[in-house]
Each structure stands twice: as C-alpha cells, then as structure tokens.
C-alpha cells in the first residue's frame, strides 16, 4: 500500500510504507528424551525382576492375589509382615537403648521417588510391578535404602 505523508511544511513526499503479517508465536515446547540404554521405570522393573537379588510380585501375582489393599500383597513375601497400612521388616524390634525400642521399616519408593503417602493409596490394580529388597546391601545402588530394605511398587 502506498500512503501520503507530510513530511516537510507545506510539500507532500510519497512514502511506501510495506504491511508485514506478524508472526504467530507459539508457546515453548519442552522434550524430555532418554539417551539410548536409559531405563524407564516398567523396564528397570522387568530387568530387574528377572536378574536381580530381591523378592517380585507381578501383575500377574496380583491379579490372582485379589488383593483388597496393595499391603495385603505383602502377606505372600518372606521376611515382612503389615500391620494396618504399613510394612515392617521381620528383622523385628531391635534395641537401640535401654527402654527404646525401633521398629525396622524399609523405605518405599513409587515410580522411583520416595512415597510420600500410604502405599494403600495406591489402587492394587494400578500396580506394574513390586520390588522388595530386605536389607539395604541388595537395594539397586542409585537408590538410598534404609537397613532394612526397600519397596519400590511401579504403576502402570
């Protein structure tokens, strides 16, 4: 378009001014990608589960389980035993000082992050898979464990 313009006092100069579209902007775009040979959490399970050192529940297991509350499914696992939504290591009560007693339980992991919640908060049927590792030496090593182990319990 070309439009007139006084640019001096008394005289007009044609000026072309050019239209140009603005450009859309769009919002970012975030892309997470893992390099080649990283490990997502349902493969971390599946290698581990069939090489690994600690104790597996399945999807499977717990399809034929039933199980009303994912800490029911602890019931089939040796060295732990539940009392109402938590799981302890059989390891049992250990003295630390006279009249004190701690009770020994495993940290629980969720999807790789450390359970901020019950694990009964976790629908059984969401449940990918379950690690149960008794003491702290079997424990995949980039994860911090307690003395007494580590659960780590994978969704689907």
């Given at each position: 378009r070309r439009h007139a313009l006084d640019v001096r006092p008394g005289g007009m100069t044609n000026v072309a001014i050019g239209m140009v579209e603005a450009a859309t902007v769009?919002?970012?775009?975030?892309?997470?990608?893992?390099g080649p040979g990283?490990?997502?959490p349902h493969r971390?399970?599946?290698?581990?589960?069939?090489h690994g050192a600690g104790q597996y529940i399945t999807r499977e297991m717990i399809a034929k389980a039933?199980?009303?509350?994912?800490?029911?499914l602890f019931q089939a696992v040796s060295g732990y035993y539940i009392v109402s939504d938590t799981?302890?290591?059989s390891r049992g009560i250990t003295r630390l000082e006279p009249n004190t007693d701690h009770v020994c339980k495993p940290m629980v992991y969720i999807d790789g992050g450390l359970a901020a919640h019950s694990m009964n908060d976790i629908p059984p049927s969401t449940i990918y898979g379950i690690e149960v590792y008794s003491s702290a030496a079997n424990v995949p090593p980039h994860y911090p464990a307690a003395n007494c182990g580590a659960i780590f319990i994978w969704t689907r």
């Open positions: 769009l919002d970012s775009v975030r892309i997470l990608a893992k990283a490990l997502t971390e399970f599946d290698e581990r589960s069939a039933h199980p009303v509350q994912t800490a029911d799981v302890y290591s």
